[in-house]
């Protein structure tokens, strides 16, 4: 049994194998430019963030019905209780599917009906975030929470993702007010490949309560001391910093420096399909580039449930720290 987890950095239209994308092709009448999944496979060596991101939107193409999502996510979920996962808060990007033409209650019902199902399948509790592309206008952002009204008993929180440089927080500050009134928890992407100051601007101006990256908090020692003593969770995917080329090697991440730290950090897989493995493979992968020690290890399973959006009512959360607390290692683990 692996070590019980949460996964709180996932786009789960980041979890497409290139099996399902053909898959749903050929359901949907979609014609992919790649001849098979090997093909495809090859595409997936990327330069930066944008590179990733052009084929990530050109791939999801392929998801049209609510029975699609649903195929989707419980895909993931079943990949991801294999890997000790519990719990699961999974971002999706509402634009990307209602610029195709896809309704945002396609996609949150055809999600839903996963997640629905999710504890007696899987054994995983889940939340929903949806997330605004920052390389979109924030009047479409706004127009996005307005036309999510009607699920919002879904989704627990909102997020904010795409292409970072350029995009500052600041400027969603309208729309996670908004969000924040309408009881919404608040996370975004800041630092992936922007500067410290985008991780100061989504405290400061949006309020995050967590903060997905946060990897160049590391270039600036003040706000690495706010974060450690406000205890911001950090929600880090060390595979997908390898891959998008922000560290060069596994060996370089600054995980072991965030640990010693005292940051709030958490491993996660962001695009298990394209970074080459779900967060199971994420733990073993620095495991074994940055020698980590299980007990070092235990505390990333622990922030990791300590960071999730838990209600404390409903006893998951100290269900899932008593699971961490008394994991027993197995050997080679
Ligand atoms: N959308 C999907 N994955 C992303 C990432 N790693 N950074 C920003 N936006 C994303
Ligand atoms: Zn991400």
Same mark, same amino acid.
């Given at each position: 049994?692996?070590?019980?987890?949460?996964?709180?950095?996932?786009?789960?239209?980041?979890?497409?194998?290139?099996?399902?994308?053909?898959?749903?092709?050929?359901?949907?009448?979609?014609?992919?430019?790649?001849?098979?999944?090997?093909?495809?496979?090859?595409?997936?060596?990327?330069?930066?963030?944008?590179?990733?991101?052009?084929?990530?939107?050109?791939?999801?193409?392929?998801?049209?019905?609510?029975?699609?999502?649903?195929?989707?996510?419980?895909?993931?979920?079943?990949?991801?209780?294999?890997?000790?996962?519990?719990?699961?808060?999974?971002?999706?990007?509402?634009?990307?599917?209602?610029?195709?033409?896809?309704?945002?209650?396609?996609?949150?019902?055809?999600?839903?009906?996963?997640?629905?199902?999710?504890? &007696?399948?899987?054994?995983?509790?889940?939340?929903?975030?949806? %997330?605004?592309?920052?390389?979109?206008?924030? &009047?479409?952002?706004?127009?996005?929470?307005?036309?999510?009204?009607?699920?919002?008993?879904?989704?627990?929180?909102?997020?904010?993702?795409?292409?970072?440089?350029?995009?500052?927080?600041?400027?969603?500050? &309208?729309?996670?007010?908004?969000?924040?009134?309408?009881?919404?928890?608040?996370?975004?992407?800041?630092?992936?490949?922007?500067?410290?100051?985008?991780?100061?601007?989504?405290?400061?101006?949006?309020?995050?309560?967590?903060?997905?990256?946060?990897?160049? %908090?590391?270039?600036?020692?003040?706000?690495?001391?706010?974060?450690?003593?406000?205890?911001?969770?950090?929600?880090? %995917?060390?595979?997908?910093?390898?891959?998008?080329?922000?560290?060069?090697?596994?060996?370089?991440?600054?995980?072991?420096?965030?640990?010693?730290?005292?940051?709030?950090?958490?491993?996660?897989?962001?695009?298990?399909?394209?970074?080459?493995?779900?967060?199971?493979?994420?733990?073993?992968?620095?495991?074994?580039?940055?020698?980590?020690?299980?007990?070092?290890?235990?505390?990333?399973?622990?922030?990791?449930?300590?960071?999730?959006?838990?209600?404390?009512?409903?006893?998951?959360?100290?269900?899932?720290?008593?699971?961490?607390?008394?994991?027993?290692?197995?050997?080679?683990?």
């Amino acid at each position: 049994m692996p070590l019980p987890k949460a996964e709180l950095h996932l786009h789960i239209e980041g979890t497409l194998e290139p099996e399902l994308a053909f898959a749903l092709a050929e359901r949907n009448g979609v014609e992919l430019p790649y001849a098979d999944t090997e093909a495809l496979r090859e595409a997936y060596r990327f330069s930066d963030l944008q590179s990733f991101l052009d084929l990530y939107y050109e791939l999801m193409g392929v998801l049209h019905t609510a029975r699609d999502f649903t195929e989707l996510a419980d895909a993931y979920l079943a990949r991801a209780a294999a890997q000790g996962v519990r719990h699961a808060e999974i971002f999706f990007d509402p634009q990307a599917h209602t610029a195709r033409g896809v309704p945002i209650g396609t996609v949150v019902e055809g999600l839903a009906a996963a997640l629905d199902r999710a504890e &007696e399948r899987h054994g995983v509790s889940t939340r929903l975030i949806m %997330c605004f592309l920052r390389d979109e206008s924030a &009047e479409s952002a706004m127009a996005t929470l307005e036309a999510a009204k009607p699920y919002l008993h879904r989704i627990t929180g909102v997020g904010l993702d795409s292409a970072e440089v350029g995009h500052p927080p600041s400027k969603f500050r &309208e729309v996670y007010e908004a969000a924040s009134a309408l009881g919404l928890r608040k996370v975004a992407h800041a630092g992936e490949e922007g500067p410290p100051e985008y991780i100061r601007e989504a405290l400061d101006v949006l309020g995050v309560e967590r903060v997905d990256h946060g990897l160049r %908090c590391m270039e600036d020692a003040e706000l690495v001391a706010r974060l450690v003593r406000d205890r911001v969770p950090l929600t880090l %995917c060390p595979l997908s910093n390898v891959r998008l080329r922000a560290i060069d090697v596994l060996e370089d991440h600054p995980l072991p420096a965030m640990l010693a730290a005292g940051l709030v950090a958490t491993v996660n897989s962001d695009d298990p399909a394209y970074f080459g493995g779900y967060v199971g493979d994420n733990f073993a992968a620095v495991r074994g580039a940055l020698g980590l020690g299980r007990e070092q290890l235990r505390v990333l399973a622990r922030n990791s449930f300590e960071a999730a959006f838990l209600d404390d009512e409903e006893g998951l959360r100290a269900r899932y720290l008593a699971e961490v607390e008394a994991y027993e290692f197995e050997a080679g683990e």
